[in-house]
């Protein structure tokens, strides 16, 4: 099976599975037979577009963003050029931006528009306006997958349309931001004031471009909210979430918990009570019984309470551009050759 694939947006995730893409090439072929051509990738300042194919390897010469676009067009003898999306599948990596959605959400829409698969890493658009972009990949028989923005690596959208086909999911608990976790985590075990332990977390190219997104609780947000529309029914928007982060978050308050055998994290959870939502984000002590208290560093987890199935708790996926390349290659796998 041949597939044209279009990036938009070309920073440290996208390059990440450019990479992905460069090194899984025979192994895609043999075990799924899979060729995928990046035909084009688009950043903020015009696109670059090869109907043969982009070279992943010269393109991994230079860095990431628009100037190395340029660059290799420059190097290529070819121009840059407007974003013009055509292939069969889109995998959209711009900034997430939960005002209106864009850029991502105009991307998305064209895409599905023309019958594309979408796999979407960025989180705007979904958090925006998901009814509108999931109506239109029914109406144009595309799929849609976002792994990328409900904790990627960490599997949680595959958790409960998979392994919890027809269960009755009843409530679910989070640990769904690396940057957060990776701060407190720093701040209880090796005493890194809050401003450094950040500083590490965005040179691990985890934190968001916009870091508040990260610690005023709002990516967390974005993915209970996902999850909770999609598993429990709801149809929720970002106002209907109660969010406090932990940017007031002090090394005392940590020791307080460690004091007590505790610790301090950020959770994201989702319930329905008597018929009602409950979704909130916020710092909370966890006992070491919690199945969430050894989460550590960048990695997350999450619990799913059932009514048939009990409780079912997975926990690593940390975060990193990386992992998160490699769960959009799962989605897109997952999309064109398994289900
Ligand atoms: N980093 C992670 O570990 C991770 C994990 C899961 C999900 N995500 C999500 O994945 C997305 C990308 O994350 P990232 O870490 O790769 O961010 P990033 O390094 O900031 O990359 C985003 C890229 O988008 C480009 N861009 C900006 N405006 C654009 C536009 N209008 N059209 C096309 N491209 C545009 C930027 O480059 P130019 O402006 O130079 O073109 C930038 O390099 C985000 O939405 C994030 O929430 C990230
Ligand atoms: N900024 C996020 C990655 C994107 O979801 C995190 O720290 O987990």
Known sequence: ?????????????AKELVKLLSE????????????????????SKGMIAQDEGIQLEALLNYGNGSDALLQYAVDMHIPLQQANINGDILVECSPTNIVNGEPGKTYIIDALSQGMDVIAVSKGALVTSFEEVMELANQHGA???????TAAALPTLDIGEYSLAGSTITSIVGI???????ILSSMAEEQLSFKQALKNAQEKGIAEANADMDVKGFDSACKILLLANRFLGTKLALRDI??????????????VAQAEGKKLKLIAQAALHEGKAIVQV??????KEHPLFHVDGTNKGIVFETKEMGAICVTGGAS????????????????????
């Open 176 to 182: 769904l931001n690396g940057t957060s976790n990776y």
């Open 1 to 13: 099976m041949k597939k044209d694939l279009i990036i938009s947006g070309y920073g440290n995730v």
């Open 282 to 287: 916020k710092p909370i002590m966890l006992s």
């Open 242 to 255: 109660k969010i406090s982060g932990i940017n007031e978050i002090a090394i005392e308050h940590l020791s």
């Open 320 to 339: 990193h551009p990386r992992a998160a390349a490699a769960a959009a290659l799962k989605d897109l796998i997952n999309a064109v050759c398994l289900r």
């Open 24 to 43: 899984k090439e025979e192994m895609l072929k043999n075990t799924y037979d899979l060729e995928i051509k990046v035909c084009g990738i688009i950043g």
């Open 143 to 149: 799929k849609l997958k976002y792994s990328g923005a």
